[in-house]
């Protein structure tokens, strides 16, 4: 199997609540969706409850995309690209455990796009996001 073309990731956290239980879960961090470059384009995945909406993005070489999803209000996080060996631990299928396969993270107790935002950000709620 070859490396991943992409570069860099950004996990984008939305507040939007369309289904009812996600009223549930923490104000801003109801939802994640990723977003990946490989220097030169972009690709946005949303994994939504009936599909994944997979987007190839046409947009100018040095766009800021993590950059415009901030200046929209939205939480954005850098996350680190890994390749782990072996199967990943099993877990309920959610927009937070999408992302964490699509990045590569194994963490157990990440279920909540609240604790994935803490986990990526080492618990500092307020973090310096490093620009594409």
Known sequence: MSASPWTAAWVVYRGDAPLWWLRLLKPGFRHCLALLTDGRCWVAVDPLA?????AVLDLPAGFDLPGWYRAQGLTVDAAPLRRPSGTAPWGPFTCVEAVKRLIGLR???????????????????ACPHPQP
Do not use: S
Request: glycine letters at 12%; a positive charge; charged letters at 20%.
């Open 50 to 54: 009936g599909f994944t909406d997979i």
């Open 107 to 125: 963490a157990r107790r990440v279920l909540t796009p609240w604790q994935l935002h803490r986990h990526l950000t080492g618990g500092n709620r």
